[in-house]
Structures are given as C-alpha cells and as structure tokens.
C-alpha cells in the first residue's frame, strides 16, 4: 500500500496548483504499478518527452506548460524533433519544425535547461556516484547507472517530467542498493587483446550483450583493456537499444564492480555465459544490413558527438576532403560544438566538408533526403535503429573505416581483426 | 482461461499477436498505420491496431511509452497488451492515454508459463478483472 508525505498529497489535492496535481497523479498510479510502498526525493532529472512525434506528445508539452508547471529539480533536457538554426538545409518540413520548435518551447517554460542532448551525462548536468535522479533516454540511463553509478530507475517519456515537476519518484528498483545486484554473468573467453583496443569492440559487444541479458542486470567480467569514457558510452547506447540494459557492471571498470562478489553482491549468478570472438564477429555482422559498397551518407554521433570524439576525427580528416557524391553528418550538441570550436578542432571537420547538426539526430527528425539509402556509422545505436526507422540500410564500422570510406565515396572496412579465420 | 494482473484495468476484445522477442515501439511500431516496423523483429510487417498483443516485455528507447500515446490518439494501438512481469512502460502508455485522451488500453501481466499457453490468431477477451479467456 502506497503510504505518502503530507507533501506528496498536498500536490495530489491541487494544493500545489493543477500541474504538480496533474503530475502526482499520474505518478502515484505508476508507484501502484511498480508496487512501491512510498515515494522518494530525487535532486536532478533528465527528460526525454522532448521528442517531438506528433500531436500527442506536443499536446502533453504544452497542457503541462499552460498549466503552469515547473520543474522541482534540475532537468536537463534530450534531444528535440529539430535542429533550430540548420533544419532547412534538411529535409524537414516547415510544418514539423515549427511543431517540433513549439514543443522545445514548452518545455524550456517549465524550466528545463535546454541542453538538447542524449548525452547529457558529458555535460556540466552531469550527476554524481550515488545522487538519486530520474532520467530518461535509455543510452543516458545506463550510463549514469552503470558508469556514473547515480541510481535511477528506466525511466520512459511522459514519467520524466512527472518526476520532474514533483521532484519524486516511486521507491523502487534501481533507485535501491538490493536491486542493483548483478543478476547474469558473461565471461570474455580468449577475446585477443587486439580486438578488445578495437574502437568497434565496446559497440559490439554492447549490442551483443543487450541481445543476451533480457530483462536482466548483466556482468561483463575478463575485460582486459582500461575503456575510455565514449567506449563505455557507446556500449551502453547499444546494450540499451539491442536489448532493456538499465544497468551493467563492467568488473574492474564500472564504480559498482570492483570485484565479482560487488557486482553480485555476494549472491550467485542466475546465468553465466561465455562470450567467444565467434559471438562477436557475429554480433558486429547483425548490425550491418547493406551488402554492397554503395554509400550516401557517413552519420556519427549517437549518442551525440562529444569533444574527444571530435578530437578523435579531426586529424583523420585534416587536410582531407569528403567525395561529392557522399554527405558526412556528425549529430551533437550545442555546448560540445562550441567547445569544438573553442580548441580548435571544428574548422578541419567543416573544412573536410562535414556537417553538423545540433539538439537532434536522424532518428528524431525526418531530416535525410529520400536519395539517401545507404549509410555508414560506427554507432551501434544508429545501426541499430535506421533500418526500421529510416528505411536505410547500413554498414557499422570504425571511425577509421568511416572517414576512409567517405573520402573514397564507396564502402571500405579493415577487417584484418574481424574476419573469420 | 488465463488470470493476469491487471496493471490497468480495462475490457478488450481480439485476435491475439504473440511473440516471445521483446519490442521497442520507438523504431518498432509505426502509429500512422499501426504496424510493426523493426526489422529485426519476428512480427515485422505485421499490423497490431486493434490487436491483442502479447510482448514479454519492452525494450529499448524510452520513447517507446510516446509512440504508444500517439498510436491511441490516432486510433491504431493495440487493443490490450499482455506481458510476462510488469512492464512499467506500456502500463503508462496506457494511463497517460487516459489522462489526456479519456481512452486507455488493459495492459495484463502474466505469468511465464500463462503467457506461453498464448497463441496467435486466438480471439481473446481481456475482462477487467484481468482474467484472459477465448471466445
């Protein structure tokens, strides 16, 4: 039975005004869902019900904005439906933009901070080991989870904000030490050292464990190399769109896995599955769908682009030039463009002839040009969604691989460390 | 017969779509038509308006619980959804509907070995109460 604060009925009764009302009560019939026995504060939230995909979610927007509503915490917000400034060199329709621009404008009213990113843990909104948060977009909730170790449970759109304006969340799950145990073991067997320094490793393997752990916390042991922070992010962007990761320990990696006792907290593992090269090599061929070299479009950054990613492309592309026939689009955001721009690293990208395209990415705005069928990514995420989304085909590969291939304007792939023997 | 738990209450009727692969309605389903649209999915192709769908549970983007939204507004979700364990994401899909729309959809969890017994193309009744039983 679901035991409240004076406070939390007090929003609940409209004492609070309609919006808090209207929030809570949405919220106390998800805390009944969840089976939660009260509520609990959190100090930091991150909404995804900023995408924009028709007139539902602007009409839930906006009749939380005329109702007044404000958010109760800091709430970064993920991306939008459109890139404000660049839209009209895209696709998008006026109609879209302006729709997808109003719902951006009712939620900045309610007082979310228009960072505009699915990567909103490399922004200054970054959460710390432990502070309770609500967050939703699922690569963002796995990495505060896993990597940050901040606790929130998977939160989806439209709960987001609830959580936001009332500042609570029902007491469960991942917001509580008990239920963060590691459930499942997979076990890297004889995976050779070179792939793992592969800067493809973290994505496919990410992909092949979202496609393992099913509803289930996974533990990834026998990780021999010390991943960067855009490897770990770009495994839990794939294990989180693969499969419902909310949550992983890395042993040795993650703040949560020192140790395979920690990670389990001290229990046993349901599962333990092996992982070999073969799985992997297998994993890595599922998120490619093209066959041929044919290629419109090199697309990178889901999640988006951060600085030392872009640091990473711009000597691979300095003094280069993209083939005509093939646009190069790098989706981030505003404040790591202009950290870019700031140290330098912008002006070989632009100068290579990338674009780049802010508070959005392709999935979330109808921006590609019908000509483009054929794509190349080294986001597993991306791979991943295109196919069903956009109806493209697509070719996962290394940034390397990416950059190579745009310059060519066909498909090329190293695969010395990929192919089968 | 079957007893679920409704996670929220509602009476449906329909033909059952069922399938053991978990779905992302964001890049899965499209709401203009009602169709499942991932790829990868054993039921690609496959139109689930008006449907009993029976999915273990969500996956994926959390966006899954908007496209569901917008699917009800525009009359092309499905009829109910049965899932093994409660899938917090449908269940608010299907409040949220409520609050805006007056409409809402039976989201019924149920367990494993019940959901297994499901079979597609089965006309089902959803009652209230959670009970799930053939017609």
């Given at each position: 039975?679901?035991?409240?604060?004076?406070?939390?009925?007090?929003?609940?009764?409209?004492?609070?005004?309609?919006?808090?009302?209207?929030?809570?009560?949405?919220?106390?019939?998800?805390?009944?869902?969840?089976?939660?026995?009260?509520?609990?504060?959190?100090?930091?939230?991150?909404?995804?019900?900023?995408?924009?995909?028709?007139?539902?979610?602007?009409?839930?927007?906006?009749?939380?904005?005329?109702?007044?509503?404000?958010?109760?915490?800091?709430?970064?917000?993920?991306?939008?439906?459109?890139?404000?400034?660049?839209?009209?060199?895209?696709?998008?329709?006026?109609?879209?933009?302006?729709?997808?621009?109003?719902?951006?404008?009712?939620?900045?009213?309610?007082?979310?901070?228009?960072?505009?990113?699915?990567?909103?843990?490399?922004?200054?909104?970054?959460p710390s080991f432990g502070q309770q948060?609500?967050?939703?977009?699922?690569?963002?909730i796995a990495f505060a989870n896993s990597v940050i170790g901040a606790r929130t449970e998977?939160?989806?759109?439209?709960?987001?904000?609830?959580?936001?304006?009332?500042?609570?969340?029902?007491?469960?799950g991942l917001h509580l030490t008990e239920h963060r145990a590691g459930q499942m073991l997979l076990q890297l067997?004889?995976?050779?050292?070179?792939?793992?320094?592969?800067?493809?490793?973290f994505?496919?393997l990410g992909?092949?464990v979202?496609?393992l752990a099913?509803?289930r916390i996974p533990v990834i042991d026998a990780v021999v190399v010390q991943p960067?922070e855009?490897?770990l992010?770009?495994f839990a962007?794939?294990a989180?769109?693969?499969?419902?990761v909310a949550l992983f320990h890395m042993i040795g990696v993650t703040p949560e896995a020192p140790t395979l006792e920690a990670a389990f907290q001290g229990r046993a593992p349901e599962q333990t599955i092996?992982i070999?090269?073969?799985?992997?090599?297998?994993?890595?061929?599922?998120?490619?769908?093209?066959?041929?070299?044919?290629?419109?479009?090199?697309?990178?950054?889901?999640?988006?682009?951060?600085?030392?990613?872009?640091?990473?492309?711009?000597?691979?592309?300095?003094?280069?030039?993209?083939?005509?026939?093939?646009?190069?689009?790098?989706?981030?955001?505003?404040?790591?463009?202009?950290?870019?721009?700031?140290?330098?690293?912008?002006?070989?990208?632009?100068?290579?002839?990338?674009?780049?395209?802010?508070?959005?990415?392709?999935?979330?705005?109808?921006?590609?040009?019908?000509?483009?069928?054929?794509?190349?990514?080294?986001?597993?995420?991306?791979?991943?969604?295109?196919?069903?989304?956009?109806?493209?085909?697509?070719?996962?590969?290394?940034?390397?691989?990416?950059?190579?291939?745009?310059?060519?304007?066909?498909?090329?792939?190293?695969?010395?460390?990929?192919?089968?023997? | 017969?079957?007893?679920?738990?409704?996670?929220?209450?509602?009476?449906?009727?329909?033909?059952?779509?069922?399938?053991?692969?978990?779905?992302?309605?964001?890049?899965?389903?499209?709401?203009?038509?009602?169709?499942?649209?991932?790829?990868?999915?054993?039921?690609?192709?496959?139109?689930?308006?008006?449907?009993?769908?029976?999915?273990?549970?969500?996956?994926?983007?959390?966006?899954?619980?908007?496209?569901?939204?917008?699917?009800?507004?525009?009359?092309?979700?499905?009829?109910?959804?049965?899932?093994?364990?409660?899938?917090?994401?449908?269940?608010?899909?299907?409040?949220?509907?409520?609050?805006?729309?007056?409409?809402?959809?039976?989201?019924?969890?149920?367990?494993?070995?019940?959901?297994?017994?499901?079979?597609?193309?089965?006309?089902?009744?959803?009652?209230?109460?959670?009970?799930?039983?053939?017609?």
């Amino acid at each position: 039975m679901l035991q409240l604060t004076d406070r939390d009925r007090s929003m609940l009764n409209g004492d609070r005004g309609p919006a808090p009302q209207l929030a809570m009560s949405i919220l106390v019939r998800m805390a009944d869902v969840y089976g939660a026995g009260e509520l609990m504060d959190i100090s930091q939230a991150h909404v995804d019900s900023t995408i924009y995909l028709g007139d539902a979610t602007l009409e839930f927007a906006e009749r939380l904005a005329s109702l007044g509503a404000r958010v109760a915490v800091p709430t970064s917000s993920n991306v939008s439906g459109v890139d404000e400034c660049g839209w009209r060199d895209w696709a998008v329709s006026p109609e879209w933009a302006a729709k997808a621009a109003r719902q951006m404008l009712a939620y900045e009213r309610m007082g979310a901070v228009p960072t505009w990113t699915c990567a909103p843990y490399q922004t200054n909104m970054r959460p710390s080991f432990g502070q309770q948060i609500a967050w939703g977009e699922s690569n963002a909730i796995a990495f505060a989870n896993s990597v940050i170790g901040a606790r929130t449970e998977r939160y989806p759109d439209l709960l987001d904000i609830c959580c936001a304006i009332t500042g609570r969340v029902p007491a469960i799950g991942l917001h509580l030490t008990e239920h963060r145990a590691g459930q499942m073991l997979l076990q890297l067997v004889d995976v050779p050292l070179a792939l793992q320094q592969d800067d493809q490793f973290f994505a496919v393997l990410g992909h092949l464990v979202g496609t393992l752990a099913g509803d289930r916390i996974p533990v990834i042991d026998a990780v021999v190399v010390q991943p960067a922070e855009d490897e770990l992010k770009a495994f839990a962007a794939a294990a989180s769109s693969s499969g419902r990761v909310a949550l992983f320990h890395m042993i040795g990696v993650t703040p949560e896995a020192p140790t395979l006792e920690a990670a389990f907290q001290g229990r046993a593992p349901e599962q333990t599955i092996a992982i070999t090269t073969a799985e992997l090599r297998a994993a890595r061929a599922e998120l490619t769908t093209a066959d041929g070299r044919e290629l419109d479009m090199v697309i990178l950054g889901s999640p988006h682009f951060s600085l030392a990613e872009l640091s990473r492309l711009a000597p691979l592309v300095a003094g280069r030039h993209v083939h005509p026939r093939v646009k190069f689009l790098v989706t981030s955001s505003r404040l790591m463009k202009e950290r870019a721009h700031d140290t330098g690293v912008l002006a070989p990208i632009a100068a290579f002839g990338a674009q780049i395209t802010l508070d959005t990415c392709i999935l979330a705005s109808p921006m590609l040009p019908p000509e483009i069928k054929t794509l190349m990514t080294n986001s597993a995420k991306y791979a991943y969604y295109a196919p069903s989304l956009l109806n493209t085909r697509v070719t996962f590969g290394s940034l390397a691989d990416c950059v190579r291939s745009a310059i060519e304007g066909r498909v090329v792939r190293d695969e010395s460390l990929w192919q089968t023997a | 017969m079957i007893a679920g738990r409704a996670v929220v209450a509602g009476e449906a009727e329909g033909e059952a779509l069922v399938t053991s692969d978990a779905l992302s309605f964001w890049g899965g389903y499209d709401f203009h038509t009602g169709e499942i649209i991932d790829k990868r999915h054993p039921l690609a192709g496959v139109r689930a308006a008006g449907r009993i769908l029976a999915v273990p549970f969500s996956k994926g983007s959390s966006t899954t619980t908007a496209v569901l939204l917008e699917a009800v507004r525009a009359g092309t979700a499905p009829a109910a959804i049965l899932t093994t364990g409660v899938d917090s994401f449908f269940a608010l899909a299907s409040i949220v509907a409520d609050v805006m729309y007056g409409k809402s959809f039976p989201v019924i969890a149920l367990e494993a070995a019940d959901f297994a017994l499901l079979r597609s193309g089965e006309r089902l009744v959803v009652e209230r109460s959670g009970l799930i039983r053939t017609k």
